[in-house]
C-alpha cells in the first residue's frame, strides 16, 4: 500500500485566496483525520471522518475552514479566505478501529501551507 | 476535559545516555495509549499499549503501561543522534468513544553526538 497520500507537499498563496488541500487515506481505513501542526499550538485535531461522515468537527478554527470527504478514498480540506495565521503543516491521518479498540493511526507526509 | 501531559517538553542527552519520556494522562473510556516519533515529517508509529504491566519492545526502545496511575513511560537505551525528534504520546478513547486520539504537546529530544 502506498500509505496515506497527500497533495500538494507545499503551497505558498497569498492572502484571500482559497486553499484546498487533499488527502487519499489508505485503502480500507475508515476512519480519517485532518490535523494542523505549529509550533506554538503542537499537533491540533480539526475535524474527523467515519465512513465518509463528519464526526467530530469541533477543532476547525472558524468559518474559513471546511472539510468534506465525498467518498471512501477522497478528502479536502479547504480554507477561503487564507490568511497568515493559517500557515502550518497539514496532516491527513486514516485508521481502522475494531471492537471497542483504537488503532494507530497512519499519517500522510503533511502539506506544509505558507500564507504570505 | 480529557487531556493528556508529558514530560519533559526538551531533554538534551549525550550519545549513549538513557532517557526516559513521560506520559501521564486523564481520558474517560481509555481505549489504548500510542507513542509516535516525529522527525522533520510525519508522525510515524512506535508503540500501542493497552495493557498495564505489559512491556512492549524495539530494539533499544521500550514502553510500558500503568493503567492504575494513568501513565506510560518510553525508555530509550543508548541513544543514538538518530533518536533525536520529538516523541508523541496519544490516547485513544474520550467521551465520543471512537477512533479520535488524544495528542500531548511532545516531547523534543536532542542526542548530541
Known amino acids: 500500500d502506498a500509505g496515506v497520500i497527500q497533495s500538494p507537499r507545499h503551497e505558498v498563496t497569498e492572502m484571500g485566496q482559497e486553499v484546498t488541500l487533499r488527502c487519499k487515506p489508505i485503502?480500507?481505513?475508515?476512519?480519517l483525520f485532518w490535523y494542523r501542526q505549529t509550533m506554538m499550538r503542537g499537533l491540533e485535531l480539526l475535524i474527523y471522518?467515519?465512513?465518509?461522515?463528519?464526526?467530530?468537527d469541533s477543532g476547525m478554527p472558524e468559518d474559513r475552514f471546511s472539510a468534506k470527504m465525498p467518498n471512501a478514498s477522497f478528502s479536502t480540506l479547504k480554507i477561503q479566505p487564507s490568511e497568515p495565521r493559517d500557515s502550518a503543516v497539514y496532516f491527513c491521518a486514516s485508521s481502522t478501529m475494531t471492537g471497542i479498540m483504537a488503532y494507530e493511526q497512519y499519517f500522510g507526509p503533511g502539506t506544509r501551507l505558507t500564507v504570505t | 476535559e480529557d487531556k493528556v501531559v508529558q514530560s519533559p517538553l526538551s531533554l538534551v542527552v549525550h550519545e549513549g545516555d538513557t532517557v526516559t519520556l513521560n506520559c501521564s494522562y486523564e481520558v474517560t473510556n481509555f481505549r489504548s495509549l500510542l507513542w509516535y516519533k516525529q522527525e522533520k515529517k510525519a508522525p510515524t508509529f512506535l508503540f500501542m499499549l493497552?495493557?498495564?504491566?505489559i512491556e512492549k519492545k524495539s530494539g533499544r526502545l521500550s514502553s510500558i503501561l500503568d493503567k492504575k496511575e494513568l501513565f506510560s513511560i518510553l525508555n530509550i537505551t543508548a541513544t543514538q543522534t538518530g533518536d533525536s525528534a520529538v516523541y508523541l504520546c496519544a490516547v485513544g478513547g474520550g467521551s465520543s468513544n471512537t477512533g479520535k486520539l488524544i495528542f500531548g504537546q511532545g516531547t523534543t529530544l536532542q542526542v548530541k553526538p
Open positions: 471522518f467515519n465512513n465518509n461522515v463528519p464526526i467530530d
Open positions: 493497552t495493557s498495564s504491566g
Open positions: 485503502s480500507g481505513h475508515d476512519y
